[in-house]
Every structure is written in C-alpha cells, then in structure tokens.
C-alpha cells in the first residue's frame, strides 16, 4: 500500500511561507511521480504542482507559479513543497499525490493532507 504522510501545514500571515514536506511509508518514493493537491472549503480539489521521479521535470498552477517551488529528496524519501509569499486565497488542506511514473498519469494514492491557513 502506498501510504503517504503529509506535514509543515500551519497558520501563517500573508507574505510568510512554509515548507510542507510529504514522506513515504512502506515504499520508496524515487520510483513515482509525486504531486501535491488542495482543497478550500467548498471548492473542488485543484491540482498545485508535480515533479517527475528524476526531480528533473516540475510543474505548478498558474496561481502559485513564482512563489512554491516542489523538490524531492529520493535519500529521504520525502517531497516537499516551498511556499513563499502566501496569500489568503491559498488556504486550504493540502495533499500530496503518487502519480505512477509521471504527472501526466492520474494519482493513485493519497496522503490524509495538512491544513494550511493564511490569515492576518
């Protein structure tokens, strides 16, 4: 079973930044595409960025583009995901995702997510 735990979620004022982290358990991360999700209370789970199994390939939303920056640490077997600048409209319980081999394939296991609050 691919489980995954996400952490790093928090209440932070607006301009601040945080770093969620996702690790695996009972597997080995390198061998997947990883992604990160969120949901806002009463709105549809968006998809936030994506980085190959090599970390040589990202992608984001153009809605967190310039400020998260997704990296992984195959040794540690945990992907995180750098956000700067944070705005209220990133509140949300955010999700990290095991895609398969790359981020064009659906997710196939999800963590529980971590709430992140933005708010002065």
């Known amino acids: 079973q691919l489980q995954l735990v996400e952490s790093g979620g928090g209440l932070v004022q607006p301009g601040g930044s945080l770093r969620l982290s996702c690790a695996a358990s009972?597997?080995?991360?390198?061998?997947?595409?990883i992604g990160w999700f969120r949901q806002a209370p009463g709105k549809e789970r968006e998809g936030v960025s994506c980085?190959?199994?090599?970390?040589?390939?990202?992608n984001y939303a153009d809605s967190v583009k310039g400020r998260n920056t997704i990296s992984r640490d195959n040794a540690k077997n945990t992907v995180y995901l750098q956000m700067n600048n944070l705005k209220p409209e990133d509140t949300a319980v955010y999700y990290c995702?095991?895609?398969?081999?790359?981020?064009?394939?659906?997710?196939?296991?999800w963590g529980r997510g971590t709430q992140v609050t933005v708010s002065s």
């Open positions: 980085i190959s199994t090599s970390g040589g390939s990202t």
């Open positions: 009972g597997f080995t991360l390198d061998g997947y595409a």
């Open positions: 995702s095991v895609h398969g081999f790359g981020c064009s394939e659906p997710p196939v296991s």
